[in-house]
């Protein structure tokens, strides 16, 4: 089962509060906080439309570009040790450093 909810390529995380007996939802593809709720699932399904397009809305309204899919390129911060490890392990695979964190998260993402 996913707590992750879908629409227009935006993707909300949801948990539930027993203590306000709703479901709380955040929009996680963006910079910035774009909350949403509802008591049902078909409530919070809309709640989560009203904030994306709230949110589309509002960026062509100021002229900024909306977040949008993942680039395929952030900083991830190591211990000096592990960027050694993992540098040495790609060199003697023959293959980039980049091509081995991927091939990582991969083989990781697969256990799930």
């Known amino acids: ?40 699932v078909d409530e919070l399904q809309r709640a989560m439309h009203n904030a994306v397009d709230g949110y589309l809305e509002w960026c062509q309204q100021i002229g900024r570009q909306p977040a949008r899919e993942y680039k395929g390129s952030f900083n991830v911060r190591i211990s000096s040790e592990l960027h050694r490890d993992a540098a040495i392990t790609a060199a003697e695979r023959g293959i980039t450093l980049n091509q081995f964190v991927a091939e990582a998260i991969r083989e990781k993402l697969q256990r799930f």
């Open 1 to 40: 089962m996913s707590n992750l909810m879908e629409y227009k390529g935006y993707h909300g995380k949801v948990e539930y509060s027993g203590d306000e007996k709703l479901f709380v939802g955040r929009v996680i593809d963006i910079d910035g906080t774009i909350t949403f709720t509802g008591a049902s």
